[in-house]
């Protein structure tokens, strides 16, 4: 896979599905009746003649007059928007608000490639709101001097205003918590300087550290503790020394860059590399300090796309090549891998491992393909598994994928077809409702397995969700 690009965008769309992909999720209006309408100006007010145009119209027919008033509710009626699916020249896509739960956005100075969520001490597995959340995006700057880390803190992310969805509950809820709909969020950030572009940013999942890495396209992979910066945030006055506005340590191993990182689960400190020239390398964290090995993993025969440490074995990882195949690794033996499996027919650009269920992966390729990997299959190096399941819904290249934090059988991928889309491997296909399944204009079937899609123009290159509030995935 060529390196991604980066345009103007927002860097973040903070979602969380509420209706089920059946619910109308975006409505087809006229770009005509968009425009030329005042603040509190009726859009359908011409529809309605006044008292004094019905005086000079002749009598008509009441039969022919309801027909005609049916022919306009019809036109008005929303549609269910599938991909594949042609806009009409004056015809843009709206998205309908009944369908989240909470739905914000933001921009940024420079376009962002990745982010990261940070740990926080706000409690774990949180519902309530307004909500707050804490993330690290690295920029891709005009210049390699101009590059940043921009630690940002969100907080005042209110629930979308939809009063009609909300029954008795929620609204005794919002009551009793003393919310308001549909706030203003409150965005405040801090910034790092970062030379040359970042392509990826990764933080380190033990909880009670703030340790990202961030990999530059000047082939070098930075450590950072960003501890001080959120303490900056959160306390007002409270200034950030020279020396924590500088990487811990600087992985100086790869003789190019990449995009393929990932941090242990099991093992504190443990750090994976993966760059464009096919090699890997593990970083280890020490008393003082960290210490970067210098032989490689070598096998992939094209660039490393992305790298997964097992969730349970703290000698294991996988890893994903434009050569089309997953590896099975074990650190202990860094001249070949363990296993090999052919998984797609073009690039494997990401993939994801389960962390409730540690024989499922995911992966996604350059063809729009994902597919559901079951591990137990990987038995030598002879057999050929095949994927439980594979999805070809979206069209373009899959640019990241992840499993839900709690949901063992729920994960969200995102597409250069400008689509996220969230599955649900529980849901089973039922023969009986085959005539129930909603068919495009163009002929799209959705799987029953797609629970929602989310279409956006600008943010098609990370989904995350959010460990602290698992209701909540952040896109850029």
């Not at 950030?240 to 400190?269: C, N, R």
């Not at 650009?349 to 137990?376: E, H």
């Not at 023969?431 to 956006?456: A, C, M, R, T, Y």
Request: charged share 30%; with cysteine.
């Amino acid at each position: 896979m060529s390196k991604r690009t980066t345009e103007d965008m927002d860097i973040s769309d903070f979602k969380v599905p509420k209706a089920p992909f059946g619910q109308p999720q975006e409505k087809i209006k006229s770009i005509k009746e968009l425009e030329g309408i005042g603040d509190f100006e009726d859009p359908w007010e011409d529809e309605y003649e006044t008292e004094s145009e019905e005086e000079v119209v002749e009598e008509e027919n009441n039969e022919d007059k309801e027909g005609d008033e049916m022919d306009v509710e019809e036109t008005e009626e929303l549609q269910v928007y599938l991909p594949g699916q042609e806009l009409q020249n004056d015809e843009v896509l709206e998205a309908d608000q009944s369908a989240y739960e909470m739905l914000h956005s933001m921009n940024v100075r420079w376009p962002c490639l990745s982010f990261d969520i940070l740990w926080d001490n706000l409690g774990e597995d949180r519902k309530m709101y307004p909500a707050t959340t804490y993330i690290v995006a690295g920029t891709q700057a005009d210049k390699p001097k101009n590059n940043e880390l921009i630690i940002m803190k969100m907080s005042q992310l209110h629930r979308t205003q939809n009063d009609d969805d909300l029954n008795d509950s929620d609204k005794e809820s919002v009551d009793s918590n003393n919310e308001k709909l549909d706030e203003d969020p409150i965005l405040e950030e801090k910034s790092l300087k970062h030379y040359g572009g970042v392509n990826r940013v990764r933080v380190t999942p033990q909880k009670d550290l703030q340790i990202a890495a961030s990999w530059a396209d000047t082939g070098k992979v930075h450590i950072w503790d960003l501890s001080p910066v959120v303490k900056a945030l959160d306390t007002k006055g409270y200034q950030i020394s020279q020396k924590s506005s500088k990487p811990l340590y600087t992985i100086e191993s790869h003789s190019t860059e990449g995009f393929a990182m990932d941090w242990s689960g099991t093992v504190p400190g443990r750090l994976i590399t993966g760059d464009n020239h096919t090699h890997i390398y593990l970083t280890t964290k020490t008393q003082s300090n960290f210490t970067a090995d210098r032989i490689p993993f070598v096998g992939h025969s094209s660039s490393v796309e992305d790298l997964q440490w097992s969730p349970t074995e703290k000698n294991v990882f996988a890893s994903a090549s434009a050569d089309q195949t997953i590896r099975i690794w074990d650190t202990r033996s860094k001249k070949k891998e363990v296993l090999c499996v052919k998984a797609h027919d073009a690039d494997v650009n990401v993939i994801t491992w389960n962390r409730k269920v540690d024989y499922l992966l995911a992966s996604g390729s350059d063809d729009g393909v994902i597919s559901i990997w079951d591990l137990r299959t990987f038995v030598n190096k002879e057999t050929k598994p095949s994927p439980v399941a594979n999805f070809k819904w979206h069209s373009a290249p899959i640019t990241s994928i992840e499993w839900h934090p709690t949901e063992e059988s729920v994960f969200g991928a995102s597409g250069a077809d400008d689509q996220i889309s969230i599955w649900d491997l529980s849901v089973e296909h039922d023969p009986e409702e085959n005539s129930d399944k909603i068919i495009g204009k163009s002929g799209v079937e959705v799987p029953p397995q797609l629970l929602f899609v989310h279409q956006v123009k600008c943010c098609k290159k990370s989904l995350v969700w959010n460990n602290l509030q698992s209701n909540i995935v952040i896109i850029d």
